[in-house]
């Protein structure tokens, strides 16, 4: 916690407790603003995610939630302020620090981003053998346990072409478990995917909370998933270049002051 950091903007006011009185954040974002160059994308961002919760990222398409994103997986440094995973700032740390940091966190792109010349047992060994000592027999028995905790046990020897966009979301999932993270993030997981599909993965996000009791950071703007999935959130308004509130969306729907957040979340009378 910075005693000394800026004073946040009347604007934000969160319905949940403030990050400072929230018992040991997993996660802390201090006046964290975001962007590229010189162009700020997001500016002044103070929350916490509390271990083992789903936090949502949320806000209109452009208002910079996969820019946060990148700056959170350790992929762009941030503009100003700082971001504390255990109470440790990320990016004030040394690099070998942080490379460790990033390795106990998960991340599932938005493509699933497997190889196609590689099973899906293979793609999900990548991250072990690139990081870990472990033998090729052990690499085999974690992958293929990884890949049966999301439900495809049965599909180790196929390649990403021979399953579907849904399934291999799930291998996504498994390769981002693989070395044991205690963090996970994912970008758009139920982007290009049918509705039935995007509920699946959201019930595989909340099983593997309870199983695993990772945190979870999902970006997403599916309102359905951010219903079913999310304990906590954020939302990123573009035009002002910061977050408008966090809080349980359901919360927010209800009781937030600000209209256009209710109205973000009740689009389509959900
Ligand atoms: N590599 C980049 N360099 C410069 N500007 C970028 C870059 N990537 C994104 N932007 C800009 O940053 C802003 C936020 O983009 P970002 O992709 O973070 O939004 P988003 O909330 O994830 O949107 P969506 O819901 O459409 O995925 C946009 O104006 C975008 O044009
Ligand atoms: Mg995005």
């Given at each position: 916690?910075?005693?000394?950091?800026?004073t946040?903007?009347?604007?934000?006011?969160p319905l949940s407790?403030?990050?400072?009185?929230?018992?040991?954040?997993?996660?802390?974002?201090?006046?964290?603003?975001?962007?590229?160059?010189e162009?700020?994308?997001?500016?002044?961002?103070?929350?916490?995610?509390?271990?083992?919760?789903?936090?949502?990222i949320?806000?209109?398409?452009?208002s910079g939630?996969?820019?946060?994103?990148?700056?959170?997986?350790?992929?762009?440094?941030?503009?100003?302020?700082?971001?504390?995973?255990?109470?440790?700032?990320?990016w004030?740390?040394?690099?070998?620090?942080?490379?460790r940091?990033?390795?106990?966190?998960?991340?599932?792109?938005?493509?699933?981003?497997?190889?196609s010349s590689?099973t899906?047992?293979?793609?999900?060994?990548?991250?072990?053998?690139?990081?870990?000592?472990?033998?090729?027999?052990?690499?085999?028995?974690v992958?293929?346990?990884k890949?049966?905790?999301v439900?495809?046990s049965?599909y180790?020897?196929?390649?990403?072409?021979?399953?579907?966009?849904?399934?291999?979301?799930?291998?996504?999932?498994?390769?981002?478990?693989?070395?044991?993270p205690?963090?996970?993030f994912?970008?758009e997981?139920?982007?290009?995917?049918?509705?039935?599909?995007?509920?699946l993965l959201?019930?595989?996000i909340?099983?593997?909370?309870?199983?695993?009791?990772?945190?979870m950071?999902?970006?997403?703007?599916?309102?359905?998933?951010?219903f079913?999935i999310a304990?906590?959130?954020?939302?990123?308004?573009?035009?002002?270049q910061?977050?408008?509130?966090?809080?349980?969306?359901?919360?927010?729907?209800e009781?937030?002051?600000i209209?256009?957040?209710?109205?973000?979340?009740?689009?389509?009378g959900?």
């Amino acid at each position: 916690m910075s005693p000394d950091g800026p004073t946040k903007p009347p604007s934000a006011a969160p319905l949940s407790e403030p990050i400072s009185e929230q018992a040991d954040p997993h996660i802390l974002l201090d006046a964290v603003s975001v962007g590229y160059g010189e162009t700020v994308i997001q500016r002044d961002l103070s929350f916490g995610v509390r271990r083992g919760d789903v936090f949502v990222i949320m806000g209109g398409s452009g208002s910079g939630k996969s820019t946060l994103m990148r700056s959170l997986i350790g992929l762009l440094a941030p503009q100003a302020g700082r971001i504390l995973f255990d109470g440790e700032s990320f990016w004030d740390a040394l690099q070998h620090e942080r490379t460790r940091r990033m390795r106990r966190n998960g991340v599932m792109y938005q493509s699933g981003a497997l190889w196609s010349s590689m099973t899906l047992e293979e793609n999900v060994a990548l991250p072990l053998e690139q990081y870990t000592n472990l033998r090729r027999s052990q690499i085999h028995e974690v992958a293929v346990y990884k890949l049966a905790l999301v439900g495809l046990s049965a599909y180790c020897d196929y390649y990403p072409s021979e399953i579907s966009g849904g399934m291999r979301k799930r291998v996504g999932v498994a390769r981002a478990m693989a070395l044991d993270p205690d963090i996970l993030f994912f970008d758009e997981p139920s982007a290009g995917l049918d509705p039935l599909s995007a509920r699946l993965l959201d019930d595989l996000i909340l099983e593997l909370r309870e199983s695993l009791g990772a945190t979870m950071v999902v970006v997403t703007h599916d309102l359905a998933s951010i219903f079913a999935i999310a304990d906590d959130s954020v939302f990123l308004d573009a035009a002002t270049q910061t977050m408008l509130t966090t809080g349980n969306p359901r919360d927010l729907r209800e009781h937030c002051e600000i209209k256009l957040v209710r109205d973000f979340l009740s689009r389509g009378g959900e």
